[in-house]
């Protein structure tokens, strides 16, 4: 990929961009850990300096990638969200859509989901400025439960979370207060389920669940009703999504 590099304000947009598509193309080959300026500057066939110029440094290249792929991961799930809402699914169907979505995104691009959700990228520290866009997913997820705690579609806990409060500020802050019993705790079974949502992709994109499961999107669509279940949420499955 050829590109001279000039000082118009086209470049302002179309550097970064050539850059940070021969990075993507880089996280697969060589992932995250292996990506250099040096290499970057090579494949797109940039001068090292016009990289730099753009992102001085290494971190600041994983940084963008990362925001990007938040902000693309983000955008899948609340476009599943308002299609889903716009047809006027249940919340149940709502999680399956926006959880589907993001499986999707997965799939299709695996290197950014690496990114994100694999191992730690060594000696790379992800800024503040990557919390907002990391946001987004649990946003969704939060939206959901809301709507559904506000629609009476959440069935009471059997076991409610004791002892001292177990969330951080910001997490109460993200879903818009503590409900009142007996849904005190649903923030907290908001975040198992996020976290159940994040591990089963894991598994499905890292190659898991392969050699022990037969349909891996069924047993996804399963996994997530039985994980919806501790929030009390129905996610209805089959064709059916109403």
Do not use: C
């Amino acid at each position: 990929m050829e590109v001279s590099a000039t000082n118009s304000a086209d470049d302002n947009v179309r550097l970064p961009a050539v850059i940070k598509a021969t990075a993507r193309q880089l996280l697969v080959k060589l992932g995250a850990g292996g990506l250099s300026l040096d290499t970057v500057a090579r494949d797109s066939g940039l001068a090292l300096t016009d990289v730099e110029a753009v992102f001085p440094h290494r971190d600041d290249l994983l940084t963008a990638l990362v925001i990007d792929a938040y902000n693309a991961s983000g955008t899948a799930m609340e476009q599943a969200d308002q299609a889903a809402t716009d047809a006027n699914a249940s919340a149940g169907a709502r999680l399956l859509a926006v959880t589907r979505a993001l499986r999707q995104w997965s799939f299709d691009n695996p290197a950014e989901f690496t990114l994100i959700y694999g191992s730690p990228v060594p000696d790379y520290h992800a800024p503040q400025d990557t919390v907002p866009p990391a946001s987004r997913t649990p946003a969704v997820l939060a939206g959901i439960v809301r709507s559904a705690l506000e629609a009476g579609e959440l069935t009471p806990p059997r076991r409610v979370a004791s002892g001292p409060p177990l969330l951080l500020p910001e997490a109460v802050e993200l879903f818009g207060g503590v409900p009142e019993a007996p849904f005190s705790d649903i923030i907290e079974r908001g975040i198992v389920l996020w976290s159940n949502l994040i591990g089963l992709l894991v598994f499905q994109v890292f190659s898991r669940t392969h050699d022990s499961v037969r349909d891996e999107s069924a047993f996804f669509d399963f996994a997530i009703a039985v994980a919806a279940e501790s929030i009390g949420l129905v996610v209805p499955l089959g064709d059916n999504t109403d």
